[in-house]
């Protein structure tokens, strides 16, 4: 079983782009089955490859199971998606012996900037940068398919 432990946080500040080396990648993503704890998503990156995601769980541990699949299958199953059609661009950042991706998003998602960090295990620790803000590892309102299903959360 795949295991993805990470952290999520919004981004407080423009600090972190000193820290980038490249232009990230562009992410537009879809999910196509949903259920308590259970979800697929397809993911297209920078265009040119496709990955299937199916996820287990809630909060900080989830099981993550994910597959290359042909990008042309990718498109076509586009049209079957459930609600929006998430576009954004990732960042990776090193952070000693982790990485920090930071998700820029677009369209109906802007302004939003959050960032993830990826752990080892749940008692893992990491010193946070200063443009880390509020938590929302156990905020659903800012799961990724929380954000398609249902927009921004008021607050933002």
């Known amino acids: 079983m795949g295991k993805e432990i990470?952290?999520?946080?919004?981004?407080?500040d423009e600090a972190w782009r000193a820290l980038i080396s490249d232009e990230g990648e562009a992410?537009?993503?879809?999910?196509?089955?949903?259920?308590?704890g259970f979800s697929v998503r397809l993911r297209?990156?920078?265009?040119?490859?496709a990955f299937l995601t199916m996820k287990t769980g809630i909060g900080l541990s989830?099981?993550?199971?994910?597959?290359?699949i042909p990008l042309t299958d990718a498109a076509e199953l586009e049209a079957a998606h459930i609600g929006t059609v998430i576009e954004k661009r990732r960042f990776r950042i090193p952070l000693g012996d982790h990485m920090i991706e930071v998700d820029v998003f677009s369209s109906a998602l802007a302004p939003?900037?959050?960032a993830e960090?990826?752990?080892e295990g749940e008692e893992d620790?990491?010193?946070?940068?200063?443009w880390f803000?509020?938590?929302?590892?156990?905020?659903?309102?800012?799961?990724?398919?929380?954000?398609?299903?249902?927009?921004?959360?008021k607050e933002s």
Not at 44 to 49: L, R
Not at 125 to 130: I, K, S, T, V
Not at 133 to 153: F, I
């Open 112 to 114: 939003l900037v959050f």
């Open 125 to 130: 620790r990491f010193h946070a940068p200063a």
């Open 62 to 68: 989830r099981g993550e199971y994910e597959y290359e």
């Open 133 to 153: 803000g509020r938590e929302l590892t156990d905020d659903p309102a800012y799961s990724n398919l929380s954000l398609a299903l249902h927009g921004l959360p």
């Open 117 to 119: 960090i990826e752990l």
């Open 6 to 12: 990470e952290r999520k946080f919004l981004v407080t």
């Open 44 to 49: 297209i990156v920078d265009g040119a490859k």
């Open 27 to 36: 992410f537009r993503q879809f999910y196509l089955a949903r259920r308590d």
